[in-house]
């Protein structure tokens, strides 16, 4: 029998451009799937920077979207839209949004979800789509990263940067990472980094010069900017790749752009929400097929640091804008903590599962 949807739920509103506070619980109308989408209810919500860029006024939902917040979802299809296809009432499912993730329902346009990778529980699958969409558009389609070659990711210990260190290794790189402390060196290393390097005590250019014994890396993901773009076109070897996925340091910089020419390489950035649906259905299917063997073998896991209720928006991006947390976050709803069966210190599992 077809469970009664309710019509209204909780969601998390931006009551105006500020800071943690401005997220507030608010009741809101269920929303209804269109044509080609599915009605999802959250289990779990993943929260990530751009969340709260949009908390802040400076990354706005695309047209047509959420004005909620909330990129990423895991949880149960419970409606199909007209036109729907591959997935059934009841199939558990993560998904990519453009919006809306931070509610007890939300809908998802078919070709942006995928199926729950086997042996994952639906609160480690909502910390999937936003950061694995992201690297492998950026790390494997525009970055071109290949067996044997050297790969730099900055921000290892931050949820792309988690990811970024596990696909690298599993697909054959050589590793290294920057970090904040030795905690979170320790982390990257046991994820697969061969070199954690204390960006705060060590300059990453010099460490690339010895590990790489003077020839740099080949490819470098930053979502620094600022004055690590010279440092990094230091660092990267002839026909090295640098891929610009943020700005957390600033978009206006000054370097000695001549080493593009002279060690010919190439630098380009993209942005993943403003994208079509049928290209963001092209990174799932290569996800599917390509990323979602190794999360059920194992091989790949999501690194999720701490959850929060739903309700508690605005403590998790407390802890997000801190830069003290190691992996994901995410916002639990009652319906995920129905569903994990257990309690940790916030009423929901907690704690970061092994990589």
């Not at 289990?43 to 990530?48: E, I, K, P, Q």
């Not at 380009?268 to 599917?288: C, D, N, Q, W």
């Not at 999501?302 to 309700?311: G, K, N, Q, S």
């Amino acid at each position: 029998m077809a469970r009664t949807l309710p019509a209204e739920m909780t969601g998390i509103r931006i009551t105006a451009p500020g800071g943690p506070d401005m997220l507030v619980a608010a009741t809101l109308p269920v929303p209804v799937p269109g044509e080609g989408e599915l009605l999802i209810r959250v289990a779990a919500a993943g929260v990530n920077r751009p969340d709260v860029l949009q908390r802040k006024g400076g990354y706005p939902p695309p047209p047509g979207a959420s004005e909620l917040p909330g990129l990423e979802v895991a949880g149960t299809v419970v409606a199909l839209g007209p036109a729907v296809r591959r997935f059934r009432i009841g199939d558990p499912v993560c998904a990519l949004l453009a919006g809306g993730g931070y509610a007890e329902y939300c809908t998802a346009p078919e070709p942006q979800v995928l199926p729950v990778p086997r042996g994952l529980s639906p609160i480690e699958a909502a910390a999937l789509p936003e950061t694995f969409f992201t690297v492998w558009t950026n790390v494997f389609e525009r970055g071109h990263l290949a067996a044997g070659e050297t790969f730099l990711v900055h921000g290892g210990s931050s949820g792309i940067g988690t990811t970024a260190i596990q696909l690298g290794r599993a697909f054959g790189a050589r590793v290294l990472t920057t970090v904040g402390n030795a905690e979170k060196a320790r982390v990257c290393r046991e994820l697969g980094a061969e070199r954690a390097i204390l960006y705060r005590e060590e300059d990453f250019v010099e460490v690339v010069k010895q590990a790489t014994e003077g020839r740099g890396v080949d490819l470098i993901l930053d979502m620094v900017g600022g004055d690590y773009v010279p440092r990094n076109l230091r660092s990267l070897a002839v026909e090295g790749r640098l891929v610009q996925i943020a700005w957390l340091e600033g978009s206006k910089v000054s370097a000695d752009f001549a080493r593009l020419m002279l060690k010919r390489l190439t630098w380009t950035g993209s942005t993943l929400r403003p994208r079509s649906v049928e290209e963001k259905g092209r990174i799932a299917r290569a996800l599917e097929e390509k990323v979602w063997p190794l999360l059920e073998r194992g091989e790949v896991r999501p690194v999720i640091h701490r959850t929060f209720p739903l309700e508690r928006a605005a403590e998790a991006h407390a802890l997000m804008e801190s830069s003290t947390h190691i992996g994901k976050l995410l916002l639990i709803t009652r319906y995920g903590a129905e569903i994990a069966g257990k309690t940790g210190p916030d009423g929901v599992s907690a704690g970061r599962p092994s990589a």
